[in-house]
């Protein structure tokens, strides 16, 4: 898991940093992309300092944080169900903070670059549907859906299989918020693996999107 050590560059390789996110990982549990995916309606706030300000979110009951890490202007906190791990989920939850981008690209800007360079990690069809303009305590934001019908899914060689192979590819979409802080620059984003799709049938769209991302919200920006 490795992430580019430098953010003061151009736009698309920072979308590349951020799709480490759902790219981590390459082996993943048996699930169906079956939406609306309910979570337990226990949660409990989380308040994570990222940069200058404190971002905060619902975490499901069952959840945890499986990996953080900070370096040279951007910050990654990852949770997943506590019964799956970071080479092995159906589900994610992921927040990225970039240092001092805000002013350099708009939220929306930042996504349709994400949705540009996702294709070159896809196998079938990108999904990118933008759910439009939000706020998050004054915050200017942007939010869409953005998916591969079928992504490969590759397993590097180990001391346990000393050989590279690839098994069976799986579909991955997912719901991200870009929001502009005072300074910063902030993605969330719940991702989910299973089944291939179609890509005129996506398992997550506007209409199931609010349902999917209750659990995590509401986000607050202090």
């Not at 490969?152 to 802080?181: K, L, M």
């Amino acid at each position: 898991m490795k992430c580019i050590p430098h953010m003061q560059m151009r736009l698309w390789q920072g979308a590349s940093v951020l799709m480490l996110c759902s790219l981590i990982g390459s082996e993943s549990v048996e699930a169906k992309l079956d939406m609306p995916r309910h979570e337990s309606s226990a949660s409990h706030s989380h308040v994570l300092p990222v940069f200058s300000q404190q971002l905060g979110f619902n975490l499901p009951e069952g959840w945890r944080k499986a990996y953080h890490e900070e370096r040279a202007g951007m910050l990654m906190a990852e949770f997943v169900p506590e019964q799956e791990a970071l080479n092995q989920w159906s589900a994610l939850f992921c927040v990225q903070g970039f240092k001092d981008m805000a002013e350099s690209v708009s939220p929306e800007q930042f996504l349709d670059a994400m949705a540009e360079t996702y294709q070159a990690s896809c196998d079938g069809e990108v999904v990118y549907q933008k759910l439009g303009d939000t706020q998050v305590d004054g915050h200017d934001g942007f939010q869409a859906i953005l998916g591969c019908t079928t992504m490969p899914n590759v397993h590097g060689a180990t001391q346990f299989n000393p050989t590279a192979f690839t098994s069976h590819p799986q579909g991955e979409i997912g719901y991200y918020t870009v929001v502009s802080g005072d300074k910063d620059l902030y993605l969330l984003h719940k991702s989910m693996r299973g089944e291939v799709f179609s890509a005129d049938k996506p398992p997550l769209q506007a209409a199931n999107s609010a349902d999917f991302i209750s659990a995590l919200a509401p986000f607050s920006l202090k």
